[in-house]
């Protein structure tokens, strides 16, 4: 199993949601509204938020936990989805995952997910 995570730009994400919606065998994601930078450090982008000296930018996370056998397919259609040209478009990693389990019916492994 593996823990994807992608931050991406919030306007993309209704494109990104619809299309994991297609992935057959996914089986959900988490999102969380998070802030961040890059390398260019939010300078001249109008969205950019200011605390305590320090500019971020808005993101939004999206975490799932999937079989190893549909890393890919997950991956590309982020990446795909998310996509704008521009900079900043995010970035998405590939965690391993030892185990799950599922709190209502006590599974544990891959059946968790």
């Given at each position: 199993?593996?823990?994807?995570?992608?931050?991406?730009?919030?306007?993309?994400?209704?494109a990104v949601?619809?299309?994991?919606?297609?992935?057959?065998?996914?089986?959900?994601v988490s999102?969380?509204?998070?802030?961040?930078?890059?390398?260019?450090?939010?300078?001249?982008?109008?969205?950019?938020?200011?605390?305590?000296?320090?500019?971020?930018?808005?993101?939004?996370?999206?975490?799932?936990?999937?079989?190893?056998?549909?890393?890919?397919?997950?991956?590309?259609?982020?990446?795909?989805?998310?996509?704008?040209?521009?900079?900043?478009?995010?970035?998405?990693?590939?965690?391993?995952?030892?185990?799950?389990?599922?709190?209502?019916?006590?599974?544990?492994?891959?059946?968790?997910?």
């Open positions: 199993m593996k823990q994807i995570q992608a931050y991406i730009k919030p306007h993309k994400l209704s949601t619809r299309a994991l919606h297609q992935v057959e065998g996914m089986t959900g999102v969380l509204d998070v802030k961040g930078f890059g390398r260019g450090r939010a300078k001249d982008v109008p969205q950019r938020i200011t605390e305590d000296l320090v500019d971020y930018l808005p993101y939004v996370k999206i975490e799932t936990v999937c079989p190893d056998a549909l890393v890919d397919e997950i991956f590309e259609t982020i990446c795909r989805e998310a996509h704008t040209g521009l900079r900043g478009d995010g970035k998405i990693y590939v965690l391993p995952v030892e185990d799950a389990g599922r709190i209502s019916t006590g599974e544990r492994g891959e059946a968790a997910v």
